[in-house]
């Protein structure tokens, strides 16, 4: 039974030798440093006396005096009695003494000392008489590269032995056996069966995953298996090579609670939105951003390469350390960092490839158009404004200036987009030294016609780490982003631009007339001509993240931190708004033009945001079953914007655009902001006997957007943790069941964004008035009514969750339940209109979500193959609990209590009306035999609205009623990864299993205004031969139809396969001669599939919408990835 | 080297404490605070100017169409309420409210803080603070006029003050807060109409230019006698005569009209324009050339003008009405400045008429929408308010928008003299005929009209359509004169047999007379449609508003 390897628990539990120990490391090297990556000296100085200890109590000691974790296995004569003594001698030195009369040796690897046997002599081949030998290598399944020391054994028995320096062994295997295990620290073990073969080669997968996984949290780690709050976390492999030109994309669907949002590929302004558990107020939603310890960073700005792992926060016991800010959540980024006393490591990788739209509407030619425009007409009583002749000419295209025939969509937008990225990245270390350099380049295209759309962004990083005098670690982390992005001078959006635009010309309007000018022929101006020759807005902005800290052990288990982060932005916008001229094709005069004067407008914008943190920490274990840690900090952060634009008319061409060269209308403008926020927190932790766990928190915080009197706020949390695989009575359990915890949590957070920086002080600013004097005037008048009483939201959170590791670790399992319920939701009750002025915030409305979360990994290796499953569904439940007592807001989105946050709000369609609804009189007048809304025109072929409270008639402040919610429930992620030799895939699902969306106006019907076009949908129109229509009857300039039904809510649930790839990687055989130790190459696709019920036209995340929005697209990429060694 | 690095991040553990107190105290870096605002005349002056942001702009036209002058190609709110077939959650409803209140609260500011400020000479903030209540009046009339009794704030609200959710106020009230302000404000304003840095502000004649047409509306015609006297007698005012008969009573709703052009003694209170800076889209509107023009002028427009012998078109030999041109032939010089007439020039482009390639020179109406001139739904179009330079540009247009002029008082004097039983000839001469001798026609007079059968109060009334049709006046005008039955009348155009090209009207409806019927289905119920409705929004956040009778 000697070489019986313990079970994964077992293990993770004797790895890292004494916790404390490792609470240590990870905790002074936090936030800011990824604990996998502290530094084990070997030829530090070490001073130890022991007498008769044990071999376990002597290698305690030495992790604890070196701060060095020290891993073992139990097949070691741990209990075996020795004494050693050593006064200032090297660590490696002291090991070998130890260890060499034991038969064993050390090793570095991973960033810990591993104690094994010596090979030579430990793993005897047996005397059987008739054995084979067999001979291979053992790989990692990442890197390809040869695993040194990996425990190889004949299974069932004793008889094994350990790889060598290349990862190769050998090993003579008795008659009958079936199959060698191969396990070693920190990797998933694995069984293969010898199928008589005499050479097995074996690629080991790293086991990160497991529950001694460290994550990090609030201003340092936790060990995984320690946290009572809920966290979720992602490393770089979630997310590499995937297509995403931000990290916020990259969240999607990859862990439970966090909701993405991505409604636009616009070229650098693609950022989704997330929601950690919901909207838990009515006001901003967004999480908290902490990027390498410093608050407040931009996450859709960040190179996605340099990121080594993302932590959300989601609990109080988890972000309450963060108090203001953190009530939406917290996200943590860590980025990546060298390795003290690497080898330098040069990596290459890229992609190239394109986009393409996910949905684009299908409008219909101009025949369709002329004719179902005059059926709509008809259908109200108006005069048709075609007539047949003219519908033939459109038919015939003779007259292709007046009656053309183009398609709007497809000539506004491009085939395709092209999009690179390329990312250059050198890592290492020198003794008391780490480095981490990077740049990344991406460059996006547009697919609006025209060149005006593209962005591009670099991104460099600098992070140096340092040892000084064995107790002070200094860490300098230096971002800088160069980043530009432009279009038209029209932006996108909602009901405006170009996109627009497309949506509402007429079909008869050529893109050019005959005459070679751009086509016009009066309702819209022409969006091609806007993207072509209309100007642009270009965009770019220099930002620097500097952050430096340092970190000072004073003596055993107390050190101090100090951090300074900074964050500085310098942008720039330039418009210039072009003339367009449109000039008739029969006698050349101007017709139409569009900015008369060109206008150059630049605007410049400056923020700078600043923090300062200090901390205390200590820690301690006393005895073997108390540990304790403590932080005790301050900080304060502070952010002041500064904003000035000028512009210019009348440049006297179009082709430079200066603002020096204008000759017109100089005209400036400025504004500036700032706010400051100062803090007092901690945290306290305590573990009992390694099973009973208990952490508590709080912070104490002063918003200078509130008045002094109701400034300041104490938030709070605690949470417990019960790990009881580790009782006495799951002993018969753990070889299924390797960790088992259950947690708690209640607290408090804090936030204060008001939206406005002064929202206590009644303000006088400037407003436009009419023009006095014949002269531009200004007036100064108060626009916002001030509330001084304004103060914190506050919101509770509560959390239960458990985590389970079965079937040694490869199955892991983790489920949490929480209500978080907002108080104090600074909300801007809506008021009677007398009071005459924008209704301040007030300390209103409680909102309250309820939801769960299911995660499940698994990994496993079979043979040469090796996969993983990554899966996690969450719900969270909406409702607003209370509106402070004012009555609710009534319109298409609504705040109702025990509602979702703006519920849709509308009547309730039946069907559409026959002529059998109707009674009919000798004149062929219908009278509806059904309720109506007073006014509407009701005729066969409209809809029918549910007269809800059954009064004989419709009315909207009667029979509307909560019809559904945008905010997305029951949101999955599901990925799955394989690899064999050197082939790799990954395979990424992500979905919404319930929401509602609205698409209106132009973007959804035909008619109701002139610039509402039909498409292909609207040919199934209700007419009296075609009574089984989708589509009520077309009524000219009449929306009675359009009003917000049921009949016109979306079903925005997918399922999407939101990416897909597949690699290869050379042998390292291959390339190693030219000293790449890496070489792969992978195709990656975004968003290549979707299933949905959604209307046609737009992606299901689009937000409601009229159209106008730049679409959600697909993208299929090519890519390389090289690493130098 | 241990020591300082020890000393230096232990300070910066406790830098919170040991930095400067302030830090969370951060006042606004780009607006002032009101404590500390309200001190000097310049501030005052500044305030005031904001209060200038809610005299009524293009809108003012806009008003037109809810009243018979005018119809709307397509459905617009104005339009809904127009035709009586209308809801109260209809957007514009709840719009002239909220603008209405946004205004008074900033006025109910100035008014509430001025008197903290020091200047040197009190007469000149007292002028200032008269100018806001001659605005906040204006604001009032016309909240009155949509929704009768109205509640009346003339502080500053706080979120919890009780007026916040108070009930209306009795209209007569409210009217008699606006006369007595209005009183108060002339009594501190100059007479002399402002010019140079000063032009466009309120004077004296403005407040009462102002209450004359409140107490009008109100039906105190003594009140409104008096008002409209006393701005005659200012004797700053005159009719603008600048481009003769043919022309004056045109020009002055083009450039040359405009209060900064130095001409127009005329207007009293205009919403003053100015190129690059403040802007509107109405010139363009009027005679769009690739769309249906969205002011159409009605048949019951035109025929309200007279002929040139003084009668109306029913009973002049002169009125012929065999071709579109006869129309136009032989009546009151202010129709051919108000409609467009044959022959005159315009910004549509391309007319009805295939032959005339001149797109400079309107001939004939154009029903075809084949998107290369204006098109009209009723046959006719308009050329008051025209500006033809900017017609080609959308929102290019720097046209004052005449607010209230001497014209309307006259019409006023003369209404509120005949309402009293008052009207003498020489009231006439006062009033009307100095407008038809601007516009060189034929004088009225009372024994005149009485020998042909004609009705005093019908022609005075016709006088004010006909002079301030597209003012935005007609629509109060149809409410205080109990003639809403009007707006129930199904909209006309003109004759369809004198269309140039028969294709091009086959397919519209026509009266028996082969009148063209561009808009039908109206109603309006005496008993309801005389008031708008309190909108749905308003009356859902404070229920203690109560809704009008009918609603």
Not at chain 2, 352 to 357: A, C, E, F, R, Y
Request: net charge neutral; with cysteine.
């Amino acid at each position: 039974m000697a070489k019986k390897f313990y079970s994964r628990a077992g293990a993770v539990r004797r790895v890292l030798t004494r916790p404390a120990c490792l609470g240590l490391l990870t905790l002074t090297l936090v936030a800011w440093t990824p604990p996998s990556l502290a530094q084990v000296d070997l030829q530090q100085k070490v001073s130890v006396q022991l007498k008769e200890k044990t071999l376990r109590q002597v290698l305690q000691k030495l992790s604890s005096v070196a701060h060095v974790p020290i891993a073992y296995t139990n097949t070691l004569p741990l209990d075996k009695k020795l004494s050693v003594q050593a006064t200032n001698e090297e660590l490696e030195d002291v090991l070998r003494r130890v260890l060499r009369p034991l038969q064993l040796q050390h090793r570095l690897l991973a960033e810990r000392i591993i104690i094994e046997p010596l090979p030579a002599k430990a793993l005897e081949p047996s005397n059987t008489s008739r054995a084979t030998t067999v001979q291979g290598t053992v790989l990692d399944a990442q890197t390809g590269g040869g695993l040194p020391g990996v425990n190889v054994v004949v299974q069932g028995t004793t008889t094994g032995t350990t790889t060598d320096a290349e990862g190769r062994y050998q090993l003579t295997v008795p008659d009958g056996a079936t199959k060698l295990v191969y396990s070693f620290v920190g990797y998933l073990t694995q069984e293969v069966a010898l199928e008589n073969r005499t050479t097995i080669t074996v690629r080991l997968v790293a086991d990160n995953k497991a529950l001694s996984e460290v994550v990090v949290v609030g201003y340092g780690t936790q060990k995984k298996v320690n946290l009572t709050g809920a966290v979720s976390n992602i490393d770089a492999t979630d997310i590499a090579n995937r297509p995403i030109t931000n990290p916020t994309s990259a969240l999607q669907g990859l862990l439970p609670g966090v909701t993405v949002v991505n409604s636009t590929a616009l070229p650098g302004q693609n950022g989704g939105t997330i929601r950690v558990r919901g909207v838990g107020t009515l006001g901003d939603s967004n999480p908290l951003v902490v990027i390498d310890g410093v608050p407040g960073g931009d996450l859709n700005i960040l190179n996605p390469n340099d990121i080594e792992s993302i932590s959300v926060l989601k609990d109080a016991a988890s972000s309450s350390i963060y108090g203001v800010r953190g009530a939406n959540g917290v996200v943590l980024v860590t980025t990546k960092k060298g390795k003290e006393g690497a080898a330098p490591s040069l990596t290459y990788t890229n992609y190239i490839g394109f986009q393409t739209p996910t949905a684009l509407p299908k409008v219909l030619g101009s025949v369709d158009y002329m004719q179902l425009l005059n059926e709509s007409q008809r259908n109200v009583g108006r005069v048709p404004t075609y007539t047949d002749a003219e519908i033939e000419t459109a038919r015939n295209g003779s007259d292709p200036n007046y009656f053309a025939n183009t398609n709007w969509i497809k000539e506004i937008y491009k085939d395709h987009a092209p999009q690179q990225n390329h990312n250059v990245s050198l890592n290492g270390g020198a003794k008391n030294l780490s480095y981490y350099l990077s740049y990344g380049h991406l460059r996006e295209g547009g697919l609006i016609t025209g060149d005006n759309y593209q962005a591009r962004r670099n991104n460099a990083r600098v992070r140096l780490s340092t040892t000084l005098l064995d107790r002070l670690q200094l860490d300098a982390n230096l971002g800088y982003i160069n980043r530009d992005y432009q279009g038209s001078s029209e932006g996108v959006g909602s009901g405006s631009g170009p996109l627009y635009a497309a949506l509402q010309i007429l079909p008869l309007v050529p893109v050019r007339f005959t005459t070679g000018g751009w086509g016009y022929i009066g309702g819209q101006r022409n969006p091609v001509a806007v993207t072509t020759d209309g100007g642009t807005n270009a965009f770019s902005s220099q930002e620097v993240t500097a952050n430096m800290s340092g970190s000072l052990r004073l003596f055993e288990g107390f050190r101090l931190r100090g951090q300074y982060g900074l964050v500085t932005s310098n942008s720039k916008r330039t418009i210039f708004s072009k003339t367009i001229n449109y000039y008739s094709p029969v006698d050349g005069s101007l017709i139409y033009q569009t900015n008369a004067k060109n206008t150059l407008d630049a605007r410049d914008y400056t923020n700078t945001y600043q923090t300062f943190i200090g901390m205390a920490e200590y820690e301690k274990r006393f005895g073997s079953k108390h540990e304790i840690k403590l932080l005790l900090a301050a900080s304060q952060e502070s952010n002041r914007g500064e904003n000035f634009s000028a512009s210019r008319q009348s440049l006297p061409t179009q082709e430079v655009g200066a603002i020096n060269l204008g000759t017109e209308n100089q005209l400036n403008n400025g504004d500036a902001t700032h706010n400051a926020l100062r803090s007092a927190f901690g945290r306290a932790n305590y573990i009992f006997n390694n099973r009973y766990l208990l952490e508590g928190n709080f912070r104490y915080d002063g918003s200078s957007r509130f008045s002094r009197d109701v400034r300041w706020n104490l938030f709070g949390s605690g949470s417990v943790g019960w790990i009881f695989s580790e009782e006495r009575f799951f002993d018969g359990l753990r070889n299924t069941v390797q960790v088992a915890k259950i947690r708690a949590s209640y607290g408090t957070q804090g936030n204060d964004r008001v939206g406005d920086d002064y929202p206590y002080l009644a303000t006088i600013g400037p407003v436009g008035t009419m023009p006095i004097g014949n002269q531009q005037t200004l007036g100064y008048a108060q626009t916002e009514l001030p509330n001084t009483r304004l103060t914190w939201e506050s919101v509770q959170k509560t959390n239960f969750g458990i985590d389970l590791g079965l079937l040694r670790n490869r199955l892991t399992l983790s489920g949490d339940y929480f209500i978080n319920r907002t108080n104090d939701i600074l909300l801007r009750v809506t008021l009677p209109d007398v009071l005459g002025a924008t209704e301040p915030s007030q300390n209103a409305g409680k909102v309250q979500n309820k939801g769960w979360e299911l995660q499940a990994n698994w990994k496993d290796q079979v043979g040469q193959f090796n996969y993983s499953l990554t899966t996690n569904l969450s719900d969270v439940r909406n409702e607003v609990v209370s509106l402070g007592g004012v009555p609710p807001t009534f319109g298409d989105r609504v705040r109702f209590l025990g509602e979702p946050i703006d519920a849709f709000y509308g009547l309730v369609a039946d069907r559409i009306a026959q002529a059998s609804d109707f009674d009919v009189d000798g004149s062929n007048r219908y009278t509806p035999r059904f309720a109506t809304i007073a006014g509407d025109p009701a005729q066969p072929g409209d809809l029918i609205y549910k007269d809800l409270n059954g009064d004989g008639v419709i009315t909207l402040d009667q029979d509307r009623k909560v019809i559904g919610s945008a905010i997305p429930r029951y949101n999955y992620g599901l990925r799955a990864t394989a690899g064999w030799h050197g082939f790799d895939a990954a395979i990424f699902f992500q979905g919404v299993g319930q929401a509602d969306g609205y698409i209106s106006g132009a973007a959804r019907h035909a008619y109701i205004s002139e610039g509402s076009l039909p498409q292909e949908i609207h040919l199934d129109r209700w007419t009296p031969d075609n009574t089984g229509a989708s589509y009520p009857r077309l009524t000219y300039q009449q929306s009675h139809n359009q009003r917000l039904s049921t009949y016109w809510l979306e079903d925005a649930s997918y399922l999407r396969l939101k990416n897909v790839q597949v690699g290869y990687t050379l042998p390292a055989s291959l390339t190693q001669k030219f000293r790449v130790s890496l070489l792969r190459v992978y195709a990656s696709a975004d968003n290549l599939w979707t299933r949905s019920d959604f209307f046609y036209a737009y992606d299901p995340e689009t937000p409601l919408s009229v159209g106008g929005f730049y679409p959600q697209v697909k993208t299929v990429v090519f890519g390389l990835n090289v690493t130098l060694k | 080297m241990k020591r300082t690095l020890l000393s230096g991040l232990l300070g910066l553990a406790l830098l919170t404490s040991a930095c400067e107190k302030e830090y969370l105290d951060r006042v606004p870096l780009d607006a002032l605070v009101d404590e500390t605002f309200w001190e000097t005349e310049d501030q005052l002056r500044l305030a005031a100017n904001g209060c200038y942001a809610f005299l009524k702009a293009k809108n003012t036209v806009d008003m037109e169409n809810l009243g018979d002058n005018t119809l709307w190609p397509s459905v617009t709110d104005y339009q809904r309420i127009a035709s009586g077939n209308f809801t109260n959650d209809v957007a514009a409803l709840n719009s002239d409210w909220t603008s209405g209140y946004d205004g008074i609260r900033r006025c109910n500011a100035f008014l509430g803080n001025y008197g903290r400020a020091q200047v040197a000479d009190p007469a000149r903030k007292e002028a200032l603070a008269a100018e806001v209540r001659v605005i906040r009046a204006y604001l009032y009339s016309y909240l009155t006029a949509f929704y009768g009794d109205v509640p009346l704030i003339t502080k500053t609200l706080e979120i919890d003050d009780p007026e916040v959710y108070g009930a209306r106020t009795p209209r007569s009230e409210v009217v008699d807060f606006m006369l007595t302000e209005l009183d108060e404000a002339a009594a501190n304003l100059p007479s002399a109409i402002p010019t140079g840095t000063n032009l466009g502000r309120i004077s004296k004649g403005a407040a009462l230019a102002l209450k004359a047409r409140i107490a009008l509306q109100e039906g105190r015609y003594a009140v409104a006698e008096q008002a409209a006297k006393a701005v005659m007698d200012l004797n700053v005012y005159q009719l603008y005569t600048a481009g003769g008969t043919a022309n004056a009573y045109r020009n002055l709703f083009t450039y040359t009209g405009k209060l900064a052009a130095g001409g127009n003694k005329e207007t009293i209170l205009a919403r003053t324009h100015l190129a690059d800076i403040s802007m509107h889209n109405l010139s363009r509107e009027l005679q769009v050339p690739d769309q249906n023009a969205r002011w159409n002028p009605t048949k019951s427009l035109v025929d309200s003008y007279l002929c040139t012998d003084g009668l109306p078109i029913d009973k002049s030999p002169l009125y012929k009405d065999a071709t579109y041109a006869d129309v136009f032939k032989n009546r009151d010089p202010r129709m051919t400045q108000t409609v467009l007439a044959p022959g005159a020039t315009w910004g549509g482009r391309y007319d009805g008429n295939t032959q005339n390639t001149n797109p400079a020179v309107y001939t004939t109406p154009k029903f075809r929408s084949d998107r290369r001139g204006s098109v009209t739904i009723t046959g006719y179009y308009f050329t008051k308010y025209v500006e033809p330079s900017t017609v080609a540009q959308v929102s290019r247009d720097a046209n004052d928008i005449h607010l209230i002029r001497l014209a309307e008082v006259l019409l006023t004097y003369a209404e509120a003299r005949l309402e009293q039983g008052k009207l003498t000839q020489a009231d006439v001469d006062l009033t009307i005929n100095k407008l038809r001798q601007r516009v060189g026609l034929r004088n009225m007079t009372l024994t005149e009209l009485a020998a042909r059968g004609l009705d005093v109060r019908t022609e005075i009334r016709r006088e004010r359509r006909v002079e301030l049709a597209l003012e935005g006046q007609r629509y109060f005008d149809l409410l205080r004169w109990k003639q809403g039955n009007l707006l129930a009348d199904d909209v006309k155009g003109m004759k369809k047999a004198w269309a140039h090209s028969a294709a091009d009207v086959a397919g519209l409806p026509t009266d028996a007379n082969g009148f063209i019927i561009a808009y039908t289905n109206r109603n309006f119920s005496p008993a309801r449609n005389y008031l708008w409705p309190i909108p749905l929004v308003q009356l859902e956040r404070n229920p203690n508003l109560g809704q009008n009778p009918g609603w």
